[in-house]
């Protein structure tokens, strides 16, 4: 994920970033965790595919403009149950997004923080919550 840019409300971020990330568009659902990593705040908000094509993504992260060092990015399609097979990270984002697969998402955002003991490739993934909740579809991500 990237940042909010200058004159970007955090929802104009998450669909500008979801949109060079992954290639598809999103309406901008509740705001469900604020995680605190290496000093930065990222926010992670639920949010539903309106369009686009999924893997079209063509920012920088896409583009293999970052260095080797800071990981390869590919667009994912990922079931919930891979979310226990797999290194993603934050961790504690995966749990959230478990938890909620299994009940609803929490009234308020989670504030966590992520010590960020482990590194592992980043990689731009969607997850696959069809049915987790009528307004959630999908999860969309970060923004910060």
């Known amino acids: 994920g990237g940042g909010i840019e200058e004159g970007e409300n955090p929802t104009e971020a998450v669909q500008r970033e979801v949109m060079e990330e992954l290639g598809v568009t999103v309406d901008v659902g509740p705001l469900v965790a604020e995680l605190t990593f290496r000093g930065r705040l990222h926010y992670y908000f639920v949010a539903t595919i309106t369009g686009g094509t999924f893997g079209s993504g063509s920012g ?6 970052y260095p080797a060092e800071r990981g390869t990015y590919r667009a994912v399609w990922m079931p919930i149950v891979d ?6 990270r934050p961790q504690a984002i995966a749990e959230l997004i478990q938890q909620a697969h299994a009940g609803e998402w929490p009234a308020t955002p989670q504030q966590i923080i992520d010590l960020g003991f482990m590194h592992y490739p980043a990689t731009a993934r969607a997850i696959d ?4 909740l009528p307004e959630a579809q999908s999860i969309a991500a970060q923004a910060a």
Request: charged share 20%.
């Open 60 to 65: 920088p992260e896409m583009a293999g403009a």
């Open 83 to 88: 979310l226990q097979r797999e290194a993603v």
């Open 129 to 132: 919550v069809s049915g987790l």
